[in-house]
């Protein structure tokens, strides 16, 4: 997972990502192992690091998602989750605020807010920026966790 990193700081990350997380969180459920396969490594340091700043578990509901797994779901054609950028992680409400703001301080800039759920990527091939669902903007999300 050095994704760019130096030396220390991917060990650093390495080591956090052992301690929050299995590889097969991160799995589409048709393909074991497609997690550590395809996730993009920066991606996925960025997720580690928000849940290292929010000190709390984070569940990962979806991360990478095959072709049919995605049609399964509903995703769309683009996805980022086809491509390893995103993570939707559950929230039940309680601590959405805290998950929210460690994933924009860890990097994010494309927050999708549902009622269970946080999307989170930082898919290079499309707008920057943004959030959608429950806040029409970045800035209306940042601040909502302020």
Excluded: C
């Amino acid at each position: 997972m050095n994704g760019g990193y130096s030396d220390q700081e991917a060990q650093l990350l390495a080591e956090l990502f052992e301690k929050y997380f299995d590889f097969k969180e991160f799995d589409s459920p048709d393909i074991p192992g497609s997690g550590r396969k395809f996730m993009q490594p920066k991606s996925l340091a960025k997720y580690v690091r928000a849940r290292h700043l929010a000190q709390i578990p984070f569940k990962v509901n979806s991360a990478y998602r095959s072709e049919s797994h995605n049609k399964k779901v509903g995703g769309v054609l683009n996805s980022s989750h086809r491509k390893g950028f995103a993570f939707d992680t559950s929230t039940r409400g309680k601590d959405e605020k805290k998950i929210i703001k460690a994933l924009i301080d860890a990097g994010f800039n494309r927050i999708g807010v549902y009622q269970t759920f946080i999307h989170a990527d930082d898919d290079p091939d499309l707008p920057q920026n943004v959030a959608w669902n429950r806040f029409t903007s970045l800035n209306a999300v940042k601040n909502f966790v302020a």
